[in-house]
């Protein structure tokens, strides 16, 4: 027995197909749909030469954050990008990542020119928590991985407390 036939509510592929025939706007929402998921399949991929990990949810940019005392550390992966491509921007509390890629390949082989274009845009906003010293920031790049590391000022490093742990 599979987890699907346990769904009441969801019909089976023949009931459904049946209830089709029988509800003219249901026929015409499924053909609809097909339509529309065949012409999708024809459009191309953003970024269709970089790695799958480049795209998440959409266009987002992945990336690790770590606060400690003294910093916090923002960690990006941004395969196939140069340190060119990269644009970093500190302002009202916000950390905004974006990066750019554009792609313009010409080949001529057996007669026949082969010319590709291809360009994109990502974005990644951050909440920053008060007391940061954004002057200070510093940004690395290396390997696809940019790493942003923003210390935090002195009052804010002294409010940071630590706190027990009792076990019980």
């Known amino acids: 027995m599979r987890v699907a036939d346990l769904v009441p509510w969801r019909p089976s592929r023949g009931e459904a197909a049946r209830m089709n025939e029988r509800d003219p706007v249901g026929m015409l929402q499924t053909e609809v749909n097909r339509a529309f998921d065949d012409f999708l399949r024809m459009m191309p991929v953003p970024f269709a030469g970089l790695p799958r990990a480049f795209l998440v949810d959409g266009q987002a940019i992945r990336a690790d954050v770590v606060e400690d005392d003294k910093e916090i550390r923002v ?10 491509d990269i644009d970093i921007r500190i302002g009202d509390g916000m ?22 274009r291809s360009f994109g845009r990502i974005e990644r906003t951050l909440p920053l928590p008060d007391g940061i010293d954004a002057d200070r920031a510093q940004a690395t790049f290396k390997n696809g991985v940019l790493t942003v590391t923003i210390p935090k000022t002195s009052p ?3 409010d940071a407390r630590r706190i027990p742990v009792s076990a019980q």
Do not use: M
């Not at 941004?78 to 340190?83: K, T």
């Not at 974006?98 to 010409?106: A, L, P």
């Open 95 to 116: 950390l905004t990542i974006s990066g750019e890629k554009k792609i313009d390949r010409e080949a001529n082989e057996q007669g026949y020119v082969l010319r590709e």
């Open 156 to 158: 804010a490093q002294n």
């Open 75 to 84: 960690t990006a992966e941004l395969p196939g990008l140069d340190d060119r």
